[in-house]
């Protein structure tokens, strides 16, 4: 459990698709306290539908965990009504690529801005990208290793909207983070990482997972771009030296002009393990 309460940021996870529901009873059984359900498909069409009903006016932030596969995407569709959260709502879909083809990721997107306009982000973890996800000493099925994805994937997105008290973010930068640069752009693409270790030099070594998992190299990103960096650990065991070593890493693999938003939260309970995630919004 994270130490400290939530900013006021009202979020909630949807899962679309057989894959996705089992992902989202995967986030529920580990105890991470966000609102999450399976939206079921209508018998008669097979679509999939977001409806008001599932969207009460104060949600801020709205996660889709998708397994539809590329060809099922436009079974997806969003009837929103005339709620008043369009504008101001951040909606970001979390996608593991095993589901697409990788050459077609900006078809995907495309086919999604058809079908929800008011997408504002689409965060891609790559299907070799699976095997970050492992944990030591636990046997991963495929579908275990995607079930480990969207769960640290939403944690990700959504822990820097804990307040804990010693590092963070408000709201207003993490909607600067995933919204498009520029008003012809309709939605962006982000990429993932994930980093965990235990021990001495803990920290570097989450923090240079994460960088290797993006499979990007930082330096090269444009002043354009956005960097999005949480950490979580043990409020008992971690020390304000090892977030320096974990940020030394990181400013020397980043341009000083990129937007950089980091978090740091604290777990109340003992445990040995540091996690490490980067978003990355590469324009």
Not at 15 to 28: C, H, M, Y
């Amino acid at each position: 459990m994270l130490a400290g309460k939530s900013m006021g940021v009202n979020m909630k996870v949807l899962g679309v698709g057989d894959a996705a529901k089992k992902a989202v009873d995967f986030i529920t059984s580990a105890g991470y306290e966000i609102e999450c359900s399976a939206v079921q498909p209508i018998s008669e069409s097979g679509e999939y539908i977001i409806g008001s009903s599932q969207l009460d006016e104060s949600l801020m932030i709205l996660l889709v965990i998708s397994g539809l596969e590329n060809d099922e995407v436009s079974k997806l569709v969003v009837d929103i009504g005339d709620t008043n959260h369009k504008e101001d709502l951040l909606t970001i879909f979390i996608h593991v690529e095993s589901y697409f083809e990788a050459d077609e990721k900006k078809l995907v997107q495309a086919r999604l801005d058809m079908v929800i306009p008011s997408i504002t982000a689409t965060l891609i973890i790559k299907n070799e990208q699976l095997p970050c996800f492992k944990r030591e000493g636990v046997p991963y099925t495929h579908d275990g290793l995607v079930n480990e994805a969207y769960f640290q994937a939403v944690v990700g997105v959504t822990s820097p909207a804990i307040n804990v008290g010693y590092i963070g973010v408000d709201f207003n930068d993490i909607v600067e983070l995933y919204s498009p640069r520029g008003h012809s752009q309709k939605g962006t693409v982000c990429l993932f990482g994930f980093g965990r270790a235990v021990g001495e030099g803990r920290a570097a070594s989450a923090m240079n997972q994460a960088i290797n998992m993006l499979g990007i190299d930082l330096s090269n990103l444009s002043g354009s771009a956005g960097v999005q960096v949480v950490m979580l650990a043990d409020e008992n065991s971690f020390s304000m030296g090892e977030y320096a070593d974990y940020m030394d890493i990181l400013y020397d693999n980043l341009d000083e002009n990129i937007d950089l938003f980091c978090a740091l939260n604290l777990f109340e309970e003992q445990r040995e393990e540091l996690c490490s995630y980067l978003v990355v919004r590469q324009s």
